[in-house]
């Protein structure tokens, strides 16, 4: 029996990288204790690391053949062996080789926890490389068994689901996992496109939304909840808030719209803001309708004059005749002016009267007007009392999303 150092077993594993087309487990170089081989086997393994690590991998793995031959080998033995193999065999592109090797080094009982985990998600990489994607997902789960948080062997999972066809079990696997990534969202989000599940799909733009937001996530989350039976065309004006605050407003008609919305439901400071933005942005005031946009401009001027000239005589009305609505509306016109102390108190009261056309919109906007006045503790509150199958609590819980997870 000869003694030979292997100090160098794991230099050329930690050259192996990780990498989307070979999602190989980094290794460190560890430095082995000496073991003792005969010198049939421990020379030709000696010869082959030397190789190895001067990047001839192939000749490397040729001279292992010499310890194949050797018989009665010990579980160390074949244990070196097939570590050494391994690591060549990755290097040299040979996956079939490696693949055994891997299985060989897992399953011999020498590896630490840590190591074990490490070969296991290199072996699945390697069969994942070569396209076999059953024994890729078989080993992945073997990964995830061992570490329920590795977050890459999970990713595989599900892209060699998605690759193969299986959306069901992708999606199922997508939706057993806490806090997907924007990647894993955007896949989810793509398989429910293809299984039309359309419920499916807004509730994975919405978290989204909530925690990748991006502007073109919100255009087809608005676009979609628009569109959802029962929306009622009432909240058009608030949909447009939403958009404006969200930076989606970007056609000359969609200023003039929602300025006029803003007119007709008696919040001239609100359309004299939009305008404003609407300007300032470019949109407006400029080309063949330059003089249109002008007169907009003026009428919301002279009407937000007029409202002030009426506002105390409006509002004993509206508080003699308890009428909510009325109240709102003045209420959110207010606060739209910067008037936050004298508006919010008016929401307040017609939201404890609850008798408005649509009481749950009124709560909508008292929580809109909280947060243009800098209460936002107070808003998302209001937001959260929302309901409705209108599209009001639809509408309110976007409005949180925005107000917390801000573009």
């Not at 053949?65 to 040299?92: M, P, W």
């Not at 929602?258 to 939009?274: F, R, T, V």
């Not at 404890?352 to 243009?372: D, F, R, S, V, Y």
């Not at 199958?389 to 997870?405: E, F, P, Q, S, V």
């Amino acid at each position: 029996m000869t003694k030979f150092r292997l100090a160098h077993l794991g230099l050329v594993m930690a050259a192996i990288g990780f990498t989307a087309a070979a999602p190989i487990a980094g290794f460190s170089s560890v430095a082995y204790a000496a073991e003792t081989v005969r010198a049939e086997i421990g020379k030709p393994l000696q010869e082959a690391q030397k190789l190895a690590a001067a990047g001839k991998n192939k000749e490397a793995l040729a001279k292992l053949k010499e310890t194949d031959a050797v018989g009665g080998k010990t579980a160390n033995e074949t244990y070196l062996i097939e570590r050494t193999r391994a690591s060549a065999a990755v290097a040299a592109g040979d996956n079939d080789a490696a693949a055994r090797a891997f299985e060989s080094v897992i399953n011999s009982g020498k590896l630490s926890p840590a190591e074990s985990a490490k070969f296991s998600e290199a072996l699945a990489g390697i069969y994942y490389r070569a396209k076999d994607y059953n024994k890729a997902v078989t080993w992945f789960q073997r990964v995830l068994k061992d570490n329920p948080n590795n977050s890459s062997a999970h990713e595989y999972i599900v892209q060699i689901l998605y690759t193969s066809g299986k959306y069901a079990e992708a999606a199922k696997e997508l939706q057993s996992t806490k806090n997907l990534s924007e990647n894993q969202l955007g896949m989810l989000a793509n398989i429910q496109l293809k299984q039309n599940d359309k419920a499916g799909y807004v509730q994975t733009l919405e978290k989204m939304a909530a925690s990748y937001p991006k502007a073109q996530t919100w255009a087809d989350l608005l676009q979609r909840v628009q569109t959802k039976p029962g929306f009622s065309s009432t909240l058009s004006l608030d949909l447009l808030r939403l958009r404006l605050s969200l930076g989606l407003l970007t056609k000359p008609n969609d200023y003039m719209e929602m300025s006029q919305l803003a007119l007709q439901a008696g919040n001239p400071a609100e359309a004299i803001k939009i305008i404003d933005q609407g300007y300032k942005k470019g949109a407006l005031g400029t080309g063949a309708d330059a003089a249109r946009h002008q007169r907009l401009k003026d009428l919301a001027a002279k009407t937000q004059t007029e409202f002030d000239a009426k506002l105390a005589a409006n509002q004993a009305e509206a508080e003699k005749a308890k009428d909510a609505d009325a109240l709102a509306n003045l209420g959110f016109a207010l606060v739209s002016q910067g008037k936050a102390d004298k508006g919010l108190p008016l929401l307040e009261e017609a939201v404890k009267l609850g008798t408005g056309k649509n009481p749950e919109a009124i709560k909508l906007h008292q929580g809109l007007a909280q947060n243009i006045a800098g209460k936002k503790a107070a808003a998302l509150n209001t937001l959260k009392s929302v309901k409705g199958t209108d599209g009001t609590a639809d509408l309110a819980r976007y409005w949180t999303m925005n107000i917390n997870h801000p573009m």
